[in-house]
């Protein structure tokens, strides 16, 4: 049997299918990672192009270099994916994926822009969301996302 991914941005109007296992998967610190997430780095994980294919619309793309295209949702601004030309091989947001714990990072990358407190992050003080919310305000947090999962019609009706 074939090990199936599944994946797509934020609000569901780019929807993806991997055909075989995920490939190497990593923390980009690099700047232009950095910029294109809004975030200080980029988890990715890397996946055959023969292997992917987009089930729901397309993303848009933006040249962040001669050579980098970055794919991303022009309804919610979800980034997706780089592709470098000449490569066989997209690098996937990991959090696109509706099972991100399928790619864990196993290096980082563009370590010469890494940010300075980046290494301290597990050493924060952590707390869910609802340590910080009454129950009447995560009632107001009702999720307008897509979920986890395909779905035959997104928004549903």
């Known amino acids: 049997m074939t090990e ?3 994946g797509g ?3 569901g109007a780019v929807r993806f299918r991997v055909e075989g296992p995920l490939g190497r998967a990593g923390i980009c610190h690099c700047r232009m990672c950095q910029k294109a997430f809004g975030s200080w780095g980029a988890p990715l994980v890397t996946v055959p192009v023969a292997n992917m294919t987009w089930t729901r619309e397309k ?3 933006f040249r962040s270099s001669p050579v980098v295209a970055r794919g991303f949702c022009s309804r919610c601004g979800t980034p997706l994916y780089m592709l470098e030309d000449g490569f066989d091989y997209y690098d996937i947001a ?8 399928a790619a864990p990072p196993t290096e980082q990358v563009g370590i010469e822009s890494k940010l300075s407190w980046f290494d301290r992050l597990p ?3 952590a707390h ?3 340590d910080d919310r009454t129950a009447e305000d995560l009632a107001k947090l009702e999720t307008r996302q897509h979920p ?3 779905t035959d019609v997104w928004p549903p009706k």
């Open 4 to 6: 199936i991914h599944t």
């Open 9 to 11: 941005c934020q609000c």
């Open 59 to 61: 993303p848009d793309a």
């Open 94 to 101: 990991i959090g696109t994926l509706d099972n991100p714990e």
């Open 123 to 125: 050493s924060l003080p």
């Open 128 to 130: 869910s969301t609802a």
């Open 148 to 150: 986890d999962h395909d």
